[in-house]
């Protein structure tokens, strides 16, 4: 059974930091293309920031420079550092791994960003 945990969310205020954890369990991550999505309320699911089983990472135009993924292969876990949160970050952030046909999502972690 693949299970993606993630945790680390919470409410901080704009400018703040947080960061995000995405253990992993039933799978190598470091085999697959790790991801960061987020959902804010009424708007569409979009990608935040992703790493492959290289390492190399890609950003969504509106946190680069704020925002820093990176893994652990020794704890199986991948994290999104995020600097200078606004309020536009908030959101429910989910960790997703894909390889091929196989596409885990974990159950998401709240981040809400306040003035």
């Known amino acids: 059974q693949v299970l993606l945990v993630e945790s680390g969310g919470g409410l901080v205020q704009a400018g703040g930091s947080l960061r995000l954890s995405c253990a992993a369990s039933?799978?190598?991550?470091?085999?697959?293309?790790m991801g960061w999505h987020r959902q804010a309320p009424g708007k569409q699911r979009e990608l935040v920031a992703a790493i492959t089983s290289g390492g190399s990472t890609n950003y969504a135009d509106s946190v680069k420079g704020r925002f820093t993924i990176s893994r652990d292969g020794a704890k199986n876990t991948v994290y999104l550092q995020m600097n200078s949160l606004t309020l536009a970050d908030t959101a429910v952030y989910y960790c997703?791994?894909?390889?091929?046909?196989?596409?885990?999502w974990g159950q998401g972690t709240q981040v809400t960003v306040s003035s």
């Open positions: 039933g799978i190598i991550l470091s085999n697959y293309i």
């Open positions: 997703t791994a894909i390889r091929g046909p196989y596409d885990y």
